[in-house]
C-alpha cells in the first residue's frame, strides 16, 4: 500500500503578528477598540469557515453512505451470482445416492 501523501501548508497554518505583540506603529492609548474589532471579525470569519466546514463534513459522510450501500449491493450479487453458478448436486445435501451398475 503506497503512503498517503502529506497536506501543504496553507496560509492559514501560518501565525501572523498579534495585534498587541508587534506593529510597525507605536500602540496609542485608545487602540482597544480597534483591537476588539479586529478580532471580533477574525473571530466571525472563523465560525462561517466552521460551518462550511460542517456542510462539507455531512456531503462527505452522505457519499461515504451512498457508496457503503452500493458495495453491500454489489456483494449481494455477487454472493448471489456465486450461488447461481455452484454445482446444485453439492450442496443439496443428498450426498449418499445409491449407484447400481448397468449391464448390456
Given at each position: ?26 500602540r ?8 476588539l ?7 466571525d ?37 456465486a ?20 449391464t448390456?
Open positions: 500500500m503506497a503512503p498517503k501523501p502529506r497536506r501543504a501548508k496553507g496560509l492559514n497554518n501560518i501565525k501572523l503578528i498579534g495585534i498587541s505583540k508587534g506593529s510597525s506603529m507605536p496609542m492609548k485608545n487602540s482597544n477598540y480597534l483591537d474589532h479586529i478580532l471580533q471579525k477574525k473571530k470569519m472563523l465560525k462561517d469557515e466552521f460551518k462550511i466546514i460542517k456542510k462539507r463534513e455531512s456531503i462527505i459522510l452522505k457519499k461515504i453512505d451512498e457508496i457503503d450501500a452500493e458495495m453491500a449491493e454489489l456483494e449481494g450479487l455477487k454472493t448471489i451470482k450461488e447461481e453458478n455452484a454445482n446444485p448436486f453439492e450442496n443439496s445435501g443428498e450426498k449418499n445416492w445409491k449407484t447400481v451398475p448397468i448390456y
